[in-house]
């Protein structure tokens, strides 16, 4: 199934597609960006405030800026490994606090101005556990993962994992923030939900390895950042939502219901993106990912909502608000970036920034005519 582009298999050039370094999206990146160059330097922060300003202020849609949202990436990875080289010295630094605190409040503000909550008012936990399940239950509106199942073809595919890559190669680690925020109940079942995430103390069944496995099926680059400057600024948002939410004690609330809401809507969808890639014709090393999650997520699904989020609102009913804000929040921001994908994809477009690679049509055999379905037909 691997295609012939010049010398290479298409899906081994897709592998060094992107290059070592990250492009900037707009003058607050790329002053991010010429800061990162140096060790640390006071003098290479002059001025940024008033770019964050001035970037906040001239927005039109902080979910879909792409110098907002590649900027939040930018400073939020200074947290986490692999990121940002030589990151750690600016981790902490004043400046670089003081602009992600601007983009983060502009960020929640835009968040808390789009999701709807759900009129629930009971702290309880199995009312809690009712009320995110009747928020996640599927519609019969457009749905990525059908689409996935019945008509994704191969290159549609192999952008779908180049999006979920800049989360999934650092999968868990975001919503493990909370694990020292939370006490009782619910501390015990996030840790039992991450534990299985980790692979259960061994590093090749890592969810996040599992998924490089993937890649490497597809011929993709499993380097950490390899596709950051492919992917829109919708698809960095879903990252940075959980992000806001984990790197801020006062959103545990948020963080919790983004993923009690992300494992209850895991299970089914995961089936579908197996089912889609075994009808491309691919086996086990690409699909394992996904047959993975429909079991561990049918199971997590039950403890997220009754065990971690709804022992979080009857321990603190405070939060109960955020608790669904956040779930709401993860319904939204991954629904436009599935959203995205489909239009682009029925207009006849790549959902990348920068596509990938196609083959030469002279190269292609008759049985990979799909793959140029891709590029053109209307799904």
Not at 209 to 218: K, N, P, Q, S, V
Request: with cysteine; proline share 4%; aromatic share 8%.
């Amino acid at each position: 199934m691997l295609l012939k582009l010049g010398g290479m298999t298409t899906l081994e050039a897709l592998a060094v597609s992107s290059g070592p370094a990250f492009t900037s999206r707009g003058p607050l990146s790329t002053r991010l960006l010429h800061a990162f160059e140096y060790e640390l330097a006071t003098e290479e922060t002059a001025g940024l405030s008033e770019t964050v300003e001035e970037t906040v202020a001239t927005c039109d849609d902080v979910l879909q800026d792409d110098d907002v949202q590649f900027s939040l990436f930018l400073l939020y990875g200074l947290s986490y490994g692999d990121v940002i080289p030589g990151g750690d010295a600016w981790e902490w630094h004043s400046g670089m606090i003081a602009a992600r605190r601007v983009l983060e409040n502009a960020f929640e503000g835009g968040l808390r101005n789009t999701v709807s909550l759900p009129q629930s008012r009971s702290a309880h936990a199995d009312d809690v556990a009712a009320t995110l399940f009747a928020l996640t239950k599927p519609d019969s509106g457009p749905s990525l993962s059908r689409h996935f199942a019945t008509k994704v073809t191969q290159l549609q595919a192999t952008e779908f994992v180049v999006q979920r890559s800049i989360y999934t190669l650092k999968e868990a680690d975001p919503h493990s923030w909370a694990i020292p925020r939370l006490t009782g109940r619910a501390k015990a079942a996030l840790v039992e939900i991450q534990a299985d995430e980790y692979g259960g103390g061994r590093p090749e069944r890592m969810h996040s390895a599992i998924f490089a496995g993937t890649m490497r099926g597809l011929g993709l680059n499993t380097r950490y950042g390899a596709y950051v400057d492919h992917v829109p600024a919708i698809t960095l948002a879903s990252l940075n939502t959980m992000s806001l939410f984990g790197l801020q004690r006062r959103l545990r609330g948020a963080l919790v219901g983004h993923l009690a809401a992300f494992e209850m809507t895991s299970s089914i969808p995961n089936r579908k993106y197996g089912d889609g890639f075994r009808r491309l014709g691919y086996g086990a090393d690409v699909t394992r990912y996904f047959d993975e999650h429909v079991e561990a997520d049918a199971v997590h699904e039950q403890i997220a909502a009754r065990d971690l989020a709804g022992a979080l609102a009857a321990e603190e009913p405070a939060l109960l608000d955020d608790i669904l804000f956040g779930a709401s929040a993860c319904l939204l921001v991954d629904g436009l970036m599935g959203q995205h994908m489909l239009d682009a994809w029925a207009a006849g477009r790549s959902s990348l920034r920068i596509p990938l690679p196609v083959p030469r049509a002279a190269e292609r055999p008759a049985e990979e005519d799909v793959l140029a379905k891709g590029q053109s037909q209307n799904v």
